[in-house]
């Protein structure tokens, strides 16, 4: 019976912060993002419920991927993958404004991108993960 009750709360919590990192909207700002193998972008946070701009997050983790579909002419004529991921890691490189997060990395060409990131968020207990997509353009 205790078993069952600490496994109980234990599928809770993580539930309970799932929901936590649901609140929480992570979004690139002036698109199109410029295409550059050291692109530096702006990543807005908010805290959804408030609408308000959430200050002195620590972004742990940050990837860009870029998802490449061979079109359709092309599939059954070349063996291989139908589609090639892109991207890599971003770095943090300033914060121009309250909720503001500068980043930088490697936007290589056109098109549609999407960020994955985690962040320490002030008065959460677990790190905050989402993401955001953006166009590339030149």
């Not at 993002?33 to 946070?45: C, N, T, W």
């Not at 308000?52 to 993958?81: D, F």
């Amino acid at each position: 019976m205790i078993a069952a009750a600490l496994i109980s709360f234990s599928s809770a919590a993580c539930a309970a912060d799932a929901d936590r990192s649901q609140d929480y909207r992570f979004e690139v700002v002036d698109q199109p993002v410029a295409v550059s193998a050291h692109s530096e972008f702006d990543v807005k946070l908010t805290k959804t419920s408030t609408g308000q701009p959430v200050e002195n997050a620590q972004i742990t983790q940050s990837r860009l991927e870029m998802t490449m579909t061979r079109p359709p002419q092309y599939k059954s004529a070349t063996p291989g993958p139908t589609s090639t991921e892109m991207g890599g890691e971003v770095k943090l490189v300033g914060t121009p404004s309250p909720g503001l997060y500068r980043l930088m990395g490697d936007v290589s060409m056109p098109g549609t991108w999407k960020l994955g990131i985690v962040a320490t968020v002030p008065g959460e207990a677990q790190p905050v993960e989402g993401t955001a997509t953006f166009k590339a353009g030149r």
